[in-house]
């Protein structure tokens, strides 16, 4: 257990709607970490929020935000969603700004299956 | 940019065998190396890390070393057992943590009795 939880753990929904995912970190760890795992793209890191700002920024589509709130926790919203945005998105946090000397430790993640 | 290039597998081994898995990097500056496991139907878990050239990550009887001159991270176990199928990826993570992990695809290993 990494100590990341996420949910929901499943989420089926349809193409068009907009569905949001909560992560909340480590005890102690300031920035949170959103990924996508898909078949065809595998994993891709998506957004970093440190501290309750954006801290980096990746292959995120202009249809997906997140946001970290002042208790730490994120969430990454995602609208007029597509059947391509089928996919686990998991969630990871590690204690600083990041870089390449902290560790991420990563949630169990969120499946979504858009029909 | 970044890039991680590991073979995909799957990989089927036998237990007792000797497990190679290749990965190999292209990075901007000088990155850190990592491998990462998931198990079915679980999250991502740091298996080892190296953060310099030539340093050896090791971690549960699996090792890799951090060949800057070959720009490679291989991961090696002397003898795999059944517990250890699952996926394994390799990552890395350059200076200043603007490109978050960049991962490779993935390496499905099956280890038979």
């Known amino acids: 257990d990494s100590g990341v939880t996420q949910t929901p753990k499943h989420l089926i929904t349809a193409t068009g709607q907009r569905v949001t995912l909560r992560c909340s970190p480590r005890?102690?760890?300031?920035?949170v970490y959103w990924y996508q795992q898909s078949l065809d793209q595998g994993l891709q890191f998506l957004i970093q929020y440190y501290n309750g700002e954006e801290r980096a920024k990746g292959n995120i589509l202009e249809r997906f935000s997140a946001q970290q709130f002042p208790d730490l926790h994120s969430e990454l919203n995602l609208s007029s969603l597509e059947l391509g945005d089928s996919a686990l998105y998991f969630c990871?946090?590690?204690?600083?700004?990041?870089?390449?000397?902290?560790?991420?430790?990563f949630g169990p993640g969120t499946r979504l299956l858009v029909l | 940019g970044n890039s991680v290039t590991q073979m995909e597998g799957p990989v089927t081994l036998s237990e007792e065998a000797f497990l190679t898995i290749n990965c190999t990097y292209t990075?901007?500056?000088?990155?850190?190396l990592f491998w990462y496991v998931q198990y079915p139907g679980e999250g991502l878990q740091l298996l080892l890390k190296?953060?310099?050239?030539?340093d050896k990550g090791s971690n549960k009887g699996f090792e890799a070393t951090y060949r800057k001159e070959t720009t490679s991270f291989h991961l090696e176990k002397g003898s795999v057992q059944v517990s250890d199928s699952a996926v394994y990826f390799c990552?890395?993570?350059?200076?200043?943590?603007?490109?978050?992990?960049?991962f490779g695809k993935g390496t499905h290993l099956i280890i038979q009795p």
């Open positions: 990552a890395l993570e350059s200076g200043g943590g603007a490109d978050g992990l960049t």
């Open positions: 990075a901007t500056g000088y990155p850190s």
């Open positions: 005890s102690g760890d300031l920035s």
């Open positions: 190296a953060t310099k050239a030539d």
């Open positions: 990871a946090s590690s204690v600083g700004e990041g870089g390449p000397w902290e560790t991420q430790y």
